[in-house]
Each structure stands twice: as C-alpha cells, then as structure tokens.
C-alpha cells in the first residue's frame, strides 16, 4: 500500500498493516500466521491475523503521547497540544527524557517548547479554535521556533475543530510551517500510529521537496533520543549521520531528502517515515534485519554497503568488530551459561533483543511485545525481524502480544520464571521485582545495538543479577495487589479467552 501524502490524516496501523495488540502463542506460530495474512491481502479478500480481544484495559498510552516524544522533541519548533490540559500531563516525563537525551548526545540541555491549549466543557460545546489560533501566535511569540506542530486530541476529533484551516491560515501569517498531526487517541488501539501521523507531517511540510543537493555520505538514522552510536559506526565506512526525529533541528529535517539512505533502529519507529522517504523523495531505505547481533548487523551493514556503494569498508569494519568483542563475549557466555531472561518492549524492538540475549548463552523462553505489525511499510520480506529471530535465533515458545496489560504480566512471567527482564516502558517493572525478578530499564534503546551492544547487554545483565537479592527480600515482603482466585488462576489471557467465548456464542 503506497504512502498517500495528499491528505494531512495518517492512515493508521491496523488498516495500513494488520497491527493486532493481543495474541499469545510460540514466536514461530505468529510468523507463520503473519506470512499467511500478508498473502491473503494480496490475493483473498483482505484475511487478518486472528486477534483475540479483550474485554477491557487496564491501562495504556496512546498515539497523541507519541506525537509528544516525537514532535515534541524536535529542538528548535514548538508543539501544541489542542487538548485538554490533562493530555499534557506526560510533558512532565518527556522534559526529563529530553533533557537526558540532550546530555548523552551533548547538546546544549533545555526544557521541551510544549503548549496546551487548555480546552474546558464550554469549549467542548462551541469550538476550541479560537484558543488554538491564539497559542500559535503565543508560541510564535515566546519562541520564534522554525516549525509549530498542533497535536490533536480524543476532545478535538470529538468536536470536529477545523485544525488544518487554522494550521494554514497561521502559517501564512507568521511565516513558518504549521503542522496539523491528527493523533486522536480513539482512532487507533495503538500508540505506534502517533509515530506515524509525526512523520507524516513533517514528510509533507517540511522536508524539501526539491532537495538543493544529494549529500552522498549522508545517512538518516531514525531513532528516538539514545546516545550517539551511529556516528562512530557510520564513519568506519566514510558516511555521516541525520539524526532524526527526536532532538533534531527543523534544519536536519529538511535535508532528509538529500540523504544517501535511511536507516533505523526499530522497524515500529522507523517504517512509516523510511517507506515514505523513498516512495516521496527518492531516498532508499535500507531494508535488512535490524543491527542486533551477529546476524542482523552484518546484514544490516552489508546492506547499507550496497546502498552507498562502499562494500570494502564495510567487510573490514565487520571483520575488526568480531575480532575486537570475541574475548569479552566468550567470558560474558560462561559467566551467563544457565540464565534465564524475559523481554517485554516494544515489538520490533524485542525482536532484536531477543537476538542480543541468545548470542549471550541467555535463554529466553518467553516475551512480551506491545503490539505485532505482520508487515512493514516497505512490505519487504528482509524487514520481517520476527521470521529473522526465528530463522536465525530459535523458537521463543511463549510469546505474548499485549499492550502493557499489568494483570496479566503475572501470568507471563509465572509460565517461564526468568531470572530477570529487559523493559523500556518501566510501568510493568514494579510488579517484576514484587516477584523477586529484576527487570533492566533500557532508558537508553541503543544499549544493545551492533556489536558493542552486545558486550554491553551482556554487562548491564551481570550488574542487575548482583542485585537480585534486594528484589527477592521486596517480594517477600510485600503483597500484590490481585485477588488470589486471579493468581491462582495462572491463565493471563483468561478473561481474554472467556470474552471471545461469549462473544463466539452470540455469533
């Protein structure tokens, strides 16, 4: 399906690729099912993957706090939020995020430039516009920011404010782009379509349609705002990185069409915008296994070889990085042999360190990813990281798919007693180490990534388990908060099942 840059509204994920959020099962089942689906909607009617549903949800994000990490972070422009004031209430983390993320990169550190236009129950009956159009001019006041997104909300989609008529008025007026991002929670059961409508806006109004020069050694790098490992990767094969959404400027987002390439960390993030680079602008995508591990990172790095045409160096960056780790991942196999770990991330992303754990000696009977995307945007089959996993890694035999349900991950975690987890959305920690289990916040998601990441996983897992036994006397001494039928039960998806059960019946 072709990425359709003529309306300002992003197609979202479960009618662009299938995107499901519940499903449990072997890893090797669900690429199975995933291949046989993408067949189907090229010839059979548009057949999905069997997705089980819920009869609630405990708690979870949605596409407009994507918008906020994404948008949001862009360093010189100024995101509004049109929205009510509870909508902003993740300004407070993403500040703290963005600050990090700014030091790791060392870049000058300074608050994120977020407004919220405040809508109250009056507004919900005559319109927000008015206070939409004056915090753009208070934006463009306080600021002079080089771009201005609008982030819509559930309350604007709901009262129907005509956010693109403001949008284009405005821009007329002060000068600058102003991006309307349609990120209504409520129309997709997915945060990964805010990453989505982010990029969108910005393939549409701000990227040079007319690129002024190819910049030959020039490579986007899609991510989120991890610390800089590309650039000394990238220069092993004479090439400079765009970084790019989070913690750019305005400036580098308009030079993403003169790139040689675009890569990404996590196909989740870096899909939309890639396909869209290449379909819009010319600029090709990269489309290998992402860089965990031997296997994908090799590929990964041939790959981009290809594309820009410097294989030599990259057969010599390969051959000196296998070298260089071999020591140090032989003594990191033997002080792991006998571990058992968990992973609950984000989907793609999961896929990879899954990866990373099984080129430890880790064993990792079981995972939790927050959603599943059957195909990618480029609908090549290189970019299928979960048949990568499988084909190259193993079989994971209990791999969940849910989005960040915490009454289930007792269950999850019940079913294989892993000897710690590795987690970026930190919610789901706490209930780990109530069970004794540590669990390795990856605040920085290019930890694990090339070979470095994996010297560096394997040591970050050594660190955590020397602090096992902290997390054995909390679990003895505090309670959880579930009813012991619940515990007892040990089945995550039963009241998943006994819904669709019900739901079947009334069929």
Same mark, same amino acid.
């Given at each position: 399906?072709?990425?359709? &840059?003529?309306t ?8 662009r690729?299938?995107?499901?959020i519940?499903?449990?099962g072997?890893a090797?089942?669900l690429?199975?099912?995933s291949? /046989?689906?993408?067949?189907?909607e090229?010839?059979?009617g ?10 609630f ?9 994507m918008v906020?990490?994404?948008?949001g972070?862009v360093r010189?422009?100024?995101?509004? #939020?049109h929205?009510?004031i ?5 300004q *407070?983390?993403?500040?703290?995020i963005?600050?990090n993320?700014?030091?790791m990169? !060392?870049?000058? *550190?300074?608050?994120l430039?977020m407004?919220?236009?405040?809508l #109250? ?9 008015e206070k939409l159009?004056?915090?753009?001019? $208070? ?9 201005? =997104?609008?982030?819509?909300s559930? +309350?604007t989609?709901i009262i129907? $404010? ?8 405005l ?9 309307p991002?349609?990120?209504?929670? =409520?129309?997709? %059961?997915h945060w ?6 982010t990029?969108h806006?910005i393939?549409?109004?701000?990227v040079? !349609?007319?690129?002024k020069k190819?910049q030959d ?5 899609i991510c &989120?705002?991890?610390?800089d *490992?590309?650039?000394p990767?990238l %220069? ?10 989070d913690?750019?400027t305005v400036?580098?987002?308009e030079? @993403?069409?003169e ?7 996590c196909?989740t993030?870096?899909s939309?915008? +890639?396909?869209?680079?290449e379909q819009?602008f010319?600029?090709?995508?990269v489309?290998a296994? #992402?860089p965990?591990?031997f296997?994908?990172?090799d590929?990964?790095l ?6 820009t045409?410097?294989e030599?160096?990259?057969? +010599?960056?390969i051959?000196?990085?296998h ?5 140090r ?6 002080? @792991?042999k006998?571990? %058992? ?6 989907s793609a992303?999961?896929?990879g ?5 099984r080129e430890l000696g880790?064993e *990792?009977n079981g995972?939790?990813? =927050?959603?599943?995307d059957?195909? /990618? $945007?480029?609908?090549?089959p290189?970019?299928?990281? @979960?048949?990568?996993l499988?084909?190259h890694y193993?079989?994971?035999p209990?791999?969940t798919?849910?989005n960040?349900q915490?009454y289930? =991950?007792f269950?999850?975690?019940q ?5 710690f987890i590795?987690?970026r959305?930190n919610?789901?920690?706490p ?6 289990i540590p669990a390795?916040?990856?605040g920085d998601?290019?930890h694990?990534?090339?070979y ?7 040591e970050?897992?050594?660190?955590i &388990?020397a602090? !096992?036994?902290?997390? #054995?006397?909390?679990?003895?001494h ?9 515990l007892d039960?040990?089945?995550p998806? +039963?009241?998943? %099942? ?8 009334r069929?």
């Open positions: 399906m072709t990425i359709n &840059l003529s300002a509204v992003v197609e979202n994920r479960e009618q690729l299938g995107t499901i519940a499903w449990d072997a090797s089942d690429s199975k099912e291949a /046989y689906a993408r067949g189907c090229a010839g059979c548009g057949q999905r993957l069997c997705e089980l549903s819920g009869p949800t405990q708690g979870s994000v949605c596409s407009e706090q906020e990490c994404q948008a972070n010189d422009a100024v995101l509004i #939020q929205s009510p509870g909508c902003g209430a993740g *407070v983390i993403y500040n703290s963005y600050r993320g700014l030091a990169r !060392k870049l000058p *550190v300074e608050n430039h407004l919220s236009t405040n #109250q129950e009056g507004d919900m009956i005559f319109g927000g516009i159009e004056q915090s753009i001019r $208070d934006a463009w006041e306080r600021h002079h920011p080089k771009a201005i =997104f609008i982030a819509t559930c +309350a989609g129907g $404010d005509d956010v693109e008529s403001v949008a284009k008025k821009e007329t007026e002060i000068g600058i782009p102003v991006v991002l349609h990120c209504e929670g =409520f129309k997709s %059961k990964s379509t805010g990453f989505d409508a990029q806006g393939m549409r109004q701000i040079r !349609k007319k690129p190819r050694d020039l490579v986007n790098v &989120l705002w991890g610390s *490992v590309f650039t990767m %220069k092993e094969l004479g090439l400079r990185v765009n970084y790019v959404v913690l750019a400036g580098e987002l030079q @993403l069409s790139a040689a390439a675009t890569v990404g960390f196909y993030l870096a939309y915008l +890639a396909a869209g680079l819009e010319g600029v090709p995508e489309k296994p #992402q965990y591990g296997a994908g990172t590929a990964w041939r790959e981009l070889a290809r594309v045409h410097r030599e160096q990259a057969e +010599a960056y051959a000196k990085e070298a260089r780790i071999a020591p991942l032989a003594e990191l196999r033997e002080q @792991l006998g571990i %058992k770990g968990y992973v609950a991330t984000g992303y999961a896929h360190l899954i990866a990373v754990l880790v *990792v995972s939790l990813v =927050f959603h599943h059957p195909v /990618y $945007d480029s609908h090549d290189r970019q299928d990281s @979960l048949a990568h499988v084909d193993g079989e994971v209990s791999f798919v849910s960040r915490q289930q =991950f269950g999850l975690l079913r294989v007693n892993p000897d590795i987690i959305h919610g789901l920690a209930l780990a180490s109530r069970l004794g390795a916040p990856l998601e290019h694990a990534l090339g470095q990441g994996i010297i560096n996983l394997g970050t897992i050594l660190e &388990l602090h !096992k036994k902290f997390h #054995q006397d909390l679990a003895a505090v309670k959880l908060p579930y009813k012991k039928e619940w039960l040990k089945d998806f +039963a009241l998943v %099942k006994k819904a669709n059960s019900l739901d079947t019946e069929l």
